[in-house]
């Protein structure tokens, strides 16, 4: 079955960069999908990426694929201490209509 | 558009007791997710609907959870009797594939419930 997992916890200095990483198992995968979560409320979907792509850049987030090894990742830039959230990638099933979640990786930002 | 709506925000309740979750989704989606989360065991999907259908409800955790869509605005997810074990923060969403950006899932707020 799929499964999607993530590490847990990630801790980052201010204005440093953020690299949070995910493996998926479902190689039919057409859009993965990083989900950002804040204290209180539900997930908001941050970015997504077309599995015939390796990269996409939207501002301070940078996703990459890596289709063979089946491993997403989000970059943050400089981060800030705003983006302190839990960050769950997620993929879709080759139907189109489910999304299977990572565990979440609470992300915290020091000043 | 106000997004998908769950009520209520909190829900106390004792060991026993039935509770209802409810969830209306954005409309024109025709697609509902009910999701529960807890530190254990992170996001968790319990069932889906399509056009008011339940297509999977694998990931309900036994017989005490039941959930309905009667129509297309609107969902409920019930537990009866409610054990301690169930408390965690639920989640309803909802979508609408589109082409170009695959499934995208709008999350309410969440419904965080205490059996006690």
């Known amino acids: 079955g799929e499964d999607v997992e993530q590490s847990l916890f990630l801790s980052v200095r201010e204005g440093d960069s953020s690299v949070i990483n995910c493996t998926y198992t479902?190689?039919?995968?057409?859009?993965l999908y990083w989900y950002k979560q804040e204290p209180g409320a539900g997930l908001q979907l941050l970015t997504y990426?077309?599995?015939?792509?390796d990269m996409k850049q939207d501002q301070r987030l940078t996703v990459l694929l890596n289709k063979k090894d089946k491993h997403l990742s989000l970059r943050i830039a400089d981060t800030q201490t705003g983006d302190s959230a839990i960050y769950f990638c997620a993929e879709m099933d080759n139907a189109g209509n489910m999304l299977t979640f990572g565990g979440g990786t609470r992300l915290m930002v020091k000043p | 558009d106000a997004g998908v709506i769950q009520s209520p925000r909190h829900e106390v309740t004792e060991m026993g007791q039935e509770v209802t979750l409810r969830c209306k989704p954005i409309?024109?989606?025709?697609?509902l997710f009910w999701y529960r989360q807890t530190m254990m065991r992170g996001l968790e999907l319990l069932i889906y609907f399509n056009n008011n259908v339940p297509i999977d409800d694998s990931g309900m955790p036994e017989d005490r959870f039941s959930a309905k869509m009667p129509n297309a605005s609107f969902s409920t997810l019930k537990i009866q009797p409610s054990e301690p074990r169930d408390s965690a923060v639920y989640f309803c969403a909802s979508s609408f594939p589109s082409l170009g950006r695959g499934t995208e899932a709008f999350f309410g707020q969440g419904t965080r419930l205490t059996v006690v």
């Open positions: 409309s024109g989606h025709d697609y």
């Open positions: 479902d190689s039919s995968s057409t859009y």
């Open positions: 990426i077309f599995s015939n792509m």
